[in-house]
């Protein structure tokens, strides 16, 4: 069975230093990745995914993140932190395959990033 | 185009009662989900609706849980009766159901069971 681990559930950084939110993962083979973000009393909104192709990927808001086999690793990094990316952020997987568009997502437990001015 | 919309947004029932949720999809997505997102916790999911079929409802308590998507377009989500650990936010999902596929999420419905 899939499973993901998200290293640290609080994560504090002062406004533009780097942010380095930890995702790890565990599956037979390699899944889709995704990170996704929540603000207070909201729902979750796509950050960027991984599906096939090149390993390092951009998403909005400047996040970007790099798939590594080896390290079955899903880091999500921004170069400098705005108070406004002050949120909740889950790292998913699903089942890759031609089969396998419309398998649920296997959510980490979340980690939530504080911004200090 | 128009969200993922769900109702209510908050709900406070007492335990033993029961209580429903409603989930409207982005039209056309054929593909709906129902997570479960506990405190401190990851979502989970609850059930997958293929159109108005149901794909993976291994997780859904079916003693006191049930849902249905009537005509494969929205959907309702029940508990009877509400349990103290029921106590969570109800996300609804839908996606287009192609690959890369993105599902996309509603607010979600955050109950108290007291």
Known sequence: ?117 | EAGVAQSPRYKIIEKRQSVAFWCNPISGHATLYWYQQILGQGPKLLIQFQNNGVVDDSQLPKDRFSAERLKGVDSTLKIQPAKLEDSAVYLCASSFGQIPYEQYFGPGTRLTVT
């Open chain 1, 1 to 117: 069975a899939q499973s993901v681990t998200q290293l640290g559930s609080h994560v504090s950084v002062s406004e533009g230093a780097l942010v380095l939110l930890r995702c790890n993962y565990s599956s037979s083979v390699p899944p889709y990745l995704f990170w996704y973000v929540q603000y207070p009393n909201q729902g979750l909104q796509l950050l960027l995914k991984y599906t096939t192709g090149a390993t390092l990927v951009k998403g909005i808001n400047g996040f970007e993140a790099e798939f590594k086999k080896s390290e079955t690793s899903f880091h999500l990094t921004k170069p400098s932190a705005h108070m406004s990316d002050a949120a909740e952020y889950f790292c998913a997987v699903s089942e890759s395959g031609s089969d396998s568009g419309n398998t649920p997502l296997v959510f980490g437990k979340g980690t939530r990033l504080s911004v200090i001015a």
